[in-house]
């Protein structure tokens, strides 16, 4: 039998890639105008037959589909649960998506089936799978491990940087499709596993990296395991919060991306501080976004079908479960953990407010250098941060506002630095910090970069000094600048 790594070449060579299916509207966003997609997909050919199938699960004439996935045939794919004849033509088992390099794999959707969710359902790469990716410290490890894989992105980008990763999940469909999906990209390097959360991994060996895009939703039980049904609450996340970093080795990272539920605006950091403040362990909590119980259960019911799936059937009934919980709102966001289990460490927790669209590329690089920074800034004194020598990170730009003063040229009012890859952290400085962030180079402790700015406009060295640390403390903390 052919190796199924092939019917990827076939398919990319055919046009099937993420600018196609954007051309029919896919990415916005919004739901898919599926008759307007239909229409731009009529005429036949191989990438409008591929489209039709594996994106749009449209029936397509068995001499269409098997032009299209030739030199495979029909049958072999149906082996594979990649197609399967239908009433009217042949259409995707799977629906495959190109992301990041990769060719995923997901269970058509309701409005694509006309059928609601079955108990086993794969999701595909959804916004909390980019978000983990996104926030995950990526570097040259032995082991890693992906807990609830789902359809197994998390598990292949591991694979690129990881010599073993184990991914892992409760849904033994969700293992066979991610099995399916590393077939299809040609990756070997991961063992897959079932059982749920830490389970299947009891007695391993520490990893250097975990991650987990756990099913998170709050909601009343349901029978859908991809969305946590079985959980009271938020019981499964905090669980797996408080136990995944015991598995790290000394060192290693952890990022999981989770809702949490709490009373009010103001007390979001209570419980995950109460799961992440722990001794062997830095943790940095970022909360994404908030809504309050009635949005949070109105989106899910409209777009999981819960009411299809459990006794969660109106919004009351939502109502109902949180005021027994005691939920006010619900948030969303990740915790980034590093064990680090020195004698005497001074172990650190902080919370931040971020949102992801001030996020620009991989934040793995930046999250890494804050968690060194935020070290240094917790062990040291305050007055032994000028000894450190530090440089700007090269990932930055300076936005300066100037205006026009007669006979004194473009007078430069306010300038802003931000990063350019990762969260942008923008920052409002003068004229002085500028100049002092240009001349920090890594080549001499920070404290004489201090002293020879201060001399070129003619202020006090010693007394600049004495006043820089609480300004090297805060752009240490935000990533601007790092350790030389």
């Known amino acids: ?15 099937y890639s993420r600018q196609s299916l954007a051309a029919v509207g896919a990415f916005t966003g919004v739901p898919i105008d599926r008759s307007r997609a239909a229409a731009l997909t009529e005429s036949p050919s191989p990438l409008n037959a591929l489209v039709r199938m594996f994106f749009l699960r449209l029936p397509i004439s068995e ?7 030739a030199p495979f045939t029909l049958s072999e794919l149906e082996r594979h649960g990649l197609v399967r004849e239908d009433e009217g033509g042949w259409v995707g088992g799977l629906a495959i998506i190109p992301f990041a390099g990769l060719l995923t794999l997901r269970d058509f959707e309701p409005h694509e089936t006309g059928v609601p969710l079955r108990t086993d359902h794969v999701l595909g790469v959804g916004l909390a799978t980019s978000i983990l990716s996104t926030l995950t410290v990526r570097r040259r490890i032995a082991r890693a491990l992906d807990i609830g894989a789902g359809q197994g992105f998390q598990s292949m980008v591991a694979a690129g940087h990881a010599a073993r990763v184990i991914g892992t999940d409760i849904n033994p469909r969700a293992i066979q499709v991610a099995h399916l999906a590393c077939e299809l990209n040609g990756i070997t390097n991961i063992e897959w596993r079932e059982g749920s959360m830490l389970e299947p991994v009891s007695g391993e060996a520490p990893f250097d990296l975990i991650v987990s895009n756990p099913p998170f939703i709050i909601s009343p039980p349901h029978d859908l395991s991809c969305l946590g049904g079985a959980s009271e609450g938020d019981s499964l996340v905090e669980s797996l919060v408080r136990e995944a970093p015991s598995r790290l080795a000394d060192g290693g990272f952890c990022t999981i991306v989770f809702n949490w539920h709490h009373t009010g605006g103001d007390d979001w950091r209570d419980r995950p501080r109460s799961w992440l403040a722990r001794a062997g362990q830095d943790a940095w909590l970022i909360r994404l976004s908030s809504d309050s119980r009635e949005d949070y259960a109105r989106r899910w019911i409209h777009e999981a079908q819960l009411d299809a799936h459990g006794p969660a059937i109106s919004i009351d009934d939502w109502m109902r479960y949180f005021d027994r919980l005691g939920v006010g709102r619900i948030s969303m966001g990740a915790a980034v953990i590093r064990a680090r289990r020195a004698p005497h460490a001074r172990n650190w927790f902080r919370a931040d407010e971020l949102t992801i669209d001030r996020c620009d590329g991989e934040a793995g690089d930046q999250i890494a250098r804050i968690f060194a920074n935020q070290t240094a800034v917790v062990e040291l004194p305050p007055d032994e941060l000028a000894a450190l020598s530090l440089r700007i990170t090269p990932d930055h730009e300076l936005r300066e506002r100037r205006v026009q003063s007669p006979g004194e040229g473009w007078r430069t009012l306010d300038a802003t630095l931000r990063q350019t890859r990762g969260f942008d952290f923008e920052v409002r400085i003068d004229t002085h910090a500028a100049t ?41 903390g935000l990533g601007h600048l790092e350790i030389a």
């Open 436 to 476: 002092l962030l240009g001349g920090l180079d890594g080549s001499r402790p920070a404290g004489e970069a201090v002293a020879a700015c201060a001399r070129d406009f003619g202020a006090d060295p010693s007394h600049a000094v004495r006043q820089c640390p609480p300004f090297l403390s805060r752009m240490l």
């Open 1 to 15: 039998m052919k190796a199924l790594t092939e019917f990827k070449h076939i398919i990319e060579a055919h046009g």
């Open 63 to 69: 001499p269409l589909a098997a032009a299209a996935v």
